[in-house]
């Protein structure tokens, strides 16, 4: 009987509320619709929120209620995960409001939006530099900001997503050979732009020897008159690689490529 008055109870209140949400939604009130949409976002329903909002922000331009009102708009998309949107409303509130209020979280929350939605690095990663870029405008414009060190390290692992994909560009490439072309080269071009644009990347060592050995394997399949040439670069290569790394979990390997490189170049 209790379990059953209780589920009445819960579908009364229920329809109350869809109730007084149709009527904030048909309401021509846009001072009750704003009321409601922030009682609303409140009680985390967000849908509702943002539905209200759109058809306010706009009417409140020029009035004490238009900064929040954006704002709250951008924060309800944010909370509802949806980033694209949220990014949409707060850029807009912080170019029409670059003082704001609010213009600190609004960029926080617009870059931090799109970092939560970055794709998967095999993916395109389009939404990932902007979500860079607004993250690092969020640190010019705000350096003091309490979310700094959260900016931070969103923007390093986005900076490793990208050059995960352009270490796995430079692993198929290395896969690929010497079919169709010279792939051994297109690897090494690929591993060092990754390396030059992200010196600090947690994959450079794996970057590092993916260079070395695409030189090794380029040296290897050289005519007679550009083999020692080329094992000089492997064992430049294998230097600068063993200076960075000398405790590489690689260094075995990259040693035995020095050994065999040192076979193929004169004293002189």
């Not at 379990?3 to 109870?9: A, Q």
């Not at 706009?58 to 990014?87: H, I, Q």
């Not at 213009?103 to 970055?118: H, K, Q």
């Not at 530099?129 to 414009?141: G, N, P, R, S």
């Amino acid at each position: 009987m209790k379990f059953r008055i209780l589920t009445i109870l819960c579908i009364a209140a229920l329809l109350t509320s869809c109730g007084e949400y149709n009527k904030a939604l048909k309401s021509t009130d846009y001072n009750y619709k704003f009321d409601f949409a922030k009682r609303a976002f409140e009680q985390k329903k967000y849908t509702q929120a943002s539905t209200l909002l759109e058809s306010v922000y706009t009417v409140f331009k020029g009035t004490d209620k238009a900064e929040e009102s954006l704002y709250l708009l951008g924060l309800s998309y944010y909370e509802n995960k949806d980033y694209v949107n949220a990014g949409s409303y707060f850029k807009q509130y912080y170019t029409q409001y670059p003082k704001g209020q609010y213009a600190e979280l609004a960029r926080f929350y617009s870059g931090y939006g799109y970092y939560l939605d970055s794709p998967d690095p095999q993916l395109d990663q389009s939404e990932t530099v902007k979500a860079i870029e607004e993250l690092q405008a969020f640190l010019d414009y705000f350096p003091k900001s309490d979310k700094v060190s959260i900016a931070q390290n969103a923007i390093f692992e986005l900076q490793d997503k990208l050059v995960l994909k352009e270490l796995e560009n430079a692993k198929l490439y290395y896969n690929l050979g010497t079919y169709m072309g010279d792939n051994y080269e297109s690897c090494v071009i690929t591993a060092k732009n990754a390396i030059k644009d992200y010196p600090y990347s947690k994959y450079k060592e794996q970057l590092e020897f993916l260079i070395l050995k695409a030189r090794y394997s380029e040296a290897n399949l050289s005519v007679d008159e550009k083999k020692e040439d080329r094992f000089r670069t492997v064992i430049d290569e294998y230097y600068s690689f063993i200076n960075d790394y000398p405790d590489s979990k690689d260094r075995k390997e990259a040693d035995n490529i020095f050994k065999i490189a040192s076979k193929h170049v004169s004293d002189k």
